[in-house]
């Protein structure tokens, strides 16, 4: 692509958007997981403030409060996923990190020691959530740092 591309045209002052330059199929997985990461979260908000506010008998907090943290991950990693700053780039693959490093962590400590964090979104690698947890903030990764997404963010010049 040729830097022309996402520069102002000076007769109609338009410009052009790198995002309408990805191939469709790139398009369609950013705004398939735009949709996927809000309502992983609206599932991960209810099953926390269950968890730590209605059910009964609740005597270990770790797993509702790292399903909060989860909650959290997903709310701000969606933010990457349609606000198409630098700065919102850079916030969605910070938090994809920390989520999939939280994944795999927190999966391991559950296989080994099942009864020291209790239910959480990370249990098992996400197994309660048919293991979206685990490889959601993969595609993601890839997707944030495909060139053409990351042109797009304005992170790097195609």
Known sequence: MKQEQFMDDSQTGDVEQPISLMPRWLRGAGFVLGISYPVLAISTFFRAAYQLFLKEGVTNYVGPVLTAVACTCYLLATIGFFVRQRWAWRLSVSVLAFETCMTFIIG??????PEA??????RYFGIDYGFFPLFQPLLGLA????????????????
């Open 143 to 158: 997707w944030l740092l495909h060139p053409m997404t990351r042109a797009a963010y304005e992170e790097v010049k195609a």
């Open 108 to 113: 391991t400590v559950t296989v080994l020691y």
């Open 117 to 122: 964090v209790g239910s959480t979104v990370w």
